[in-house]
Antibody, heavy 120, light 109 residues
Framework: QVQLQESGPGLVKPSQTLSLTCTVS??????????WSWIRQHPGKGLEYIGY?????????YYNPSLKSRVTISVDTSKNQFSLRVSSVTAADTAVYYC??????????WGQGTLVTVSS | QAVVIQEPSLAVSPGGTVTLTCVSS?????????PYWFQQKPGQAPRTLIY???NRDSWTPARFSGSLLGGKAALTLSGAQPEDEADYYC?????????FGGGTKLTVL
């Protein structure tokens, strides 16, 4: 059973960069079958797809067009982790951030989520 | 970017049947959109109910089923239980892009 766990600062100052890491256990991030995703949920709102990285030797990334200029998703195969960076954050980036694993022919898995608050 | 539309709220009686739908602004939803359905209860992370139109996750009760219905993705709950009260989200793929619907708040009363 694959488990995903988000980690990172719970408080980020406006204009700074939000950085989160998702640690994957019980499966290899290099398997090449999965899309390693970041999703967020603003307080009391619906789910928003931030983007994903597909890794199989080379990488392919997808970013939500509304966030594309500020978002980077990367993978560290040596640590079996993938990461999210969101630059120039504002209060509008305050949300619960989830990492997730999705793939063809599988239901996928989610982390438990981590709340990130943008405030001075 | 496409917009994915769900009913904001629905209600069903215990033991009753309800269908939630997922509409794409670009036209008919097909199996090529790989529809997913997620359930989220208050304070919890979402979890996958249905993947790729009609496949249940290992934990998904048989009373939940996914389908394509009249150009929409559909999630049908037959024999609603109180514990099914939750928010439900669909997710559609558009080539490499992924777009969530706005979610449906399902009340069982």
């Amino acid at each position: 059973q694959v488990q995903l766990q988000e980690s990172g600062p719970g408080l980020v100052k406006p204009s700074q960069t939000l950085s989160l890491t998702c640690t994957v256990s019980g499966g290899s991030i290099s398997s090449g079958r999965f899309y390693w995703s970041w999703i967020r949920q603003h307080p009391g709102k619906g789910l928003e797809y931030i983007g994903y990285i597909y890794y199989s030797g080379s990488t392919y990334t997808y970013y939500n067009p509304s966030l594309k200029s500020r978002v980077t998703i990367s993978v560290d195969t040596s640590k079996n982790q993938f990461s999210l960076r969101v630059s120039s954050v504002t209060a509008a980036d305050t949300a619960v951030y989830y990492c997730a694993r999705q793939g063809i022919g599988v239901a996928g898995d989610w982390g438990q989520g981590t709340l990130v608050t943008v405030s001075s | 970017q496409a917009v994915v539309i769900q009913e904001p709220s629905l209600a069903v009686s215990p033991g009753g049947t309800v269908t939630l739908t997922c509409v794409s602004s670009t036209g008919a939803v097909t199996s090529g959109h790989y529809p997913y359905w997620f359930q989220q209860k208050p304070g919890q992370a979402p979890r996958t109910l249905i993947y790729e139109t009609n496949n249940r996750d290992s934990w998904t009760p048989a009373r939940f089923s996914g389908s394509l219905l009249g150009g929409k993705a559909a999630l049908t709950l037959s024999g609603a239980q109180p514990e099914d009260e939750a928010d439900y989200y669909c997710l559609l793929s558009y080539g490499g892009a992924r777009v969530f619907g706005g979610g449906t708040k399902l009340t069982v009363l």
